[in-house]
T-cell receptor, first 111, second 116 residues
């Protein structure tokens, strides 16, 4: 089976740094994705990790440890517009396999 | 960048009617498209995988006779919700994989369905 866990809600202050964790247990592993989703909108792609380590892209970074089944998304210099849900998703196999999503973490950025 | 469109963006219908939702890849060819459903404050749940020129693969618990999927071309997949009921009200999102860049998955903007 597939199981992806992430915290339900988080709150952080504007300008601060926040780390959103994701743990997964899947029958296979062919990449981990992070998406941002604002209410009523479709998810937008943030990052993709398939090898262990840190991927940095501007204010956003994502880390993966395959041996631990663990990833995190790091958001720096938080802005109010970063208030959204952040979805962790795993692709178990290569080829035409879909992503399996976690329940998402609702991040609220406060002044 | 790759663009996926959905039409309509929102629809309100009466109970018992059928609704068709279109998903199009605008600037790439997609042999595979995925249909997801999302209830309020919940994550995306995969409904089915749509493959061009063949039958869709449905996830467990999703009724294939109720949610008809057709993927007639490399740029278009349709989801028809037949005999819709209020419990079918949800946010339906499609995603498409670029045939030439297999690790991609681009999401459409979603369709909000409300069944009265």
């Amino acid at each position: 089976g597939q199981n992806i866990d992430q915290p339900t809600e988080m709150t952080a202050t504007e300008g601060a740094i926040v780390q959103i964790n994701c743990t997964y247990q899947t029958s296979g592993f062919n990449g981990l994705f992070w998406y941002q989703q604002h209410a009523g909108e479709a998810p937008t792609f943030l990052s993709y990790n398939v090898l262990d380590g840190l991927e940095e892209k501007g204010r956003f970074s994502s880390f993966l440890s395959r041996s631990k089944g663990y990833s995190y998304l790091l958001l720096k210099e938080l802005q109010m517009k970063d208030s959204a849900s952040y979805l962790c998703a795993v692709r178990a196999f290569s080829g035409n396999t879909p992503l399996v999503f976690g329940k998402g973490t609702r991040l609220s950025v406060i002044a | 960048g790759a663009v996926v469109s959905q039409h309509p963006s929102w629809v309100i219908c009466k109970s018992g009617t059928s609704v068709k939702i279109e998903c199009r890849s605008l600037d790439f060819q997609a042999t595979t498209m995925f249909w997801y459903r999302q209830f309020p404050k919940q994550s995306l749940m995969l409904m089915a995988t749509s493959n061009e020129g063949s039958k869709a693969t449905y996830e467990q618990g999703v009724e294939k006779d109720k949610f008809l999927i057709n993927h007639a071309s490399l740029t278009l997949s349709t989801l028809t919700v037949t005999s819709a009921h209020p419990e079918d009200s949800s946010f339906y999102i499609c995603s498409a994989r670029d045939r030439d860049i297999p690790d991609t998955q681009y999401f459409g903007p979603g369709t909000r369905l409300t069944v009265l």
